[in-house]
């Protein structure tokens, strides 16, 4: 089924909520698989601008640069609350282009300079049945000798750890089920994937 004016029907909508987090409230009915269509119903949306994620890999020595940081929906669900992670960051602006907020990103949450242009792997929801949001997913290459230390943005209340690891390492850490972060299983299962090609093409624009 496809999203037209006639297969949903928006018949009002609020924002129910708006602090750091906005919720936009609708009532709305929509058609049936079988046909006709559904009773009125409400929904919460969590509004959510889109975001960037970008996994920051070293292919020369094999190293992934993650970090660290504390989120407290991760305490709350009784998770642990410094998780495990790749850099993400959203959109400041509208118009702004995904690269340019991965570069930014990469900087400011781990200090690192991505070489050349960041390689594309997904674009996808991480929970389309209740956020708008909409994250693009690359993996960038980075010079690993340098990693570590302390970055973030005082004014944004980050206090980010830079945590540099082998590719068997982070593989560990997965396998022993201490990464819970969505968007860095993906970027990580997608890199055992393509690993290998990915270092022997990153390895010839290097030559």
């Known amino acids: 089924m496809h999203d037209d004016d006639d297969t949903i029907k928006i018949l009002h909508h609020d924002i129910a909520y708006q602090g750091f ?3 936009d409230r609708y009532r709305l009915k929509h058609r ?3 046909g006709g269509w559904s009773e009125e119903m409400q ?6 601008k889109n975001a960037v994620g970008i996994l920051l890999y070293d292919p020369h020595r094999d190293i992934i640069i993650l970090i660290e940081q504390f989120r407290l929906a991760a305490h709350l669900a009784e998770m642990p609350a410094w998780q495990l992670e790749i850099v993400a960051g959203i959109f400041d602006h509208d118009g702004e282009n995904a690269a340019d907020v991965a570069q930014r990103e990469a900087k400011e949450e781990s200090g690192m300079t991505i070489l050349g242009d960041p390689h594309f792997i997904h674009r996808y929801m991480p929970s389309s049945g209740a956020c708008t949001e909409v994250v693009d997913l690359y993996c ?8 570590g230390g302390l970055h973030g943005l005082a004014g944004e209340h980050e206090d980010i750890k830079v945590v540099p690891m082998k590719f068997v390492e982070a593989m560990k850490r997965v396998e022993a089920d201490q ?3 969505g968007l860095t299983l ?3 299962y997608w890199l055992a994937a393509n690993r290998m090609k990915l270092r022997k093409h ?3 624009l290097a030559d």
């Open 21 to 23: 987090a906005r919720i």
């Open 32 to 34: 049936l698989y079988a």
């Open 202 to 204: 990153w390895k010839a």
């Open 43 to 48: 929904r919460e949306i969590f509004n959510r």
């Open 179 to 181: 990464v819970q972060n």
């Open 140 to 147: 960038g290459r980075v010079d690993a000798r340098n990693a």
């Open 186 to 188: 993906l970027a990580l």
